[in-house]
């Protein structure tokens, strides 16, 4: 399994915008091939907000993030305070 964490800085106190987000991606999420789950993440202090999303495949989770990155993007223009900064991750799973 692979995991994208996504993560993307509002600004602090901005978990009413950060909850429009979720709203928003987490039905586009779900509905993709290889999904998994999906952990909304938030520091209210800092002001930056995310995604863990869990894929099946390293396909799946590039893919993913290939196909939603430009709507994010979009979704994000004007009201980020930096860059998104995304890391993909294969998911580690003990032995036995």
Known sequence: MYANLTLFPLG???????????????????????FETATFL????????????????????????ETLSPRLAKALEGIAQGPVNRTLFEVLEPAG
């Open 12 to 34: 602090p106190g901005k978990r009413a915008t950060a909850e429009k987000l979720v709203t928003q991606f987490a039905p586009a999420l779900a509905a993709r091939e290889g």
């Open 42 to 65: 938030a520091d209210d202090t800092i002001g930056t907000y995310g995604v863990l999303v869990v894929f099946d495949s390293k396909e799946a989770a590039q893919t993913t993030w």
